[in-house]
């Protein structure tokens, strides 16, 4: 996710509401789960509307891009 020291006005809500639940949290990692977590969840909630969004995975800290069929077949 980053790192976001300063939650401000460039931030839209749903930001803004994750960053604020952060002092929950001992460490960056546990907050990085957490905002994976909810955001995972928020996504599944959006398609009660009809919205879809994805996710990209990632390996070892790279985008699944990298390693994409797609990236394959292109060279």
Known sequence: ??????????YGE?????LNARSR?????EFTRFAIAEVRKFISDLRSLNIELTMR???GGQP???HSATLKLAR
């Open 1 to 10: 996710m980053g790192s976001y020291k300063n939650p401000g006005s460039n």
């Open 14 to 18: 749903l930001m803004n509401m994750l």
């Open 25 to 29: 949290f001992a460490s960056e990692e």
């Open 57 to 59: 995975p990632t390996y």
């Open 64 to 66: 699944v891009s990298r």
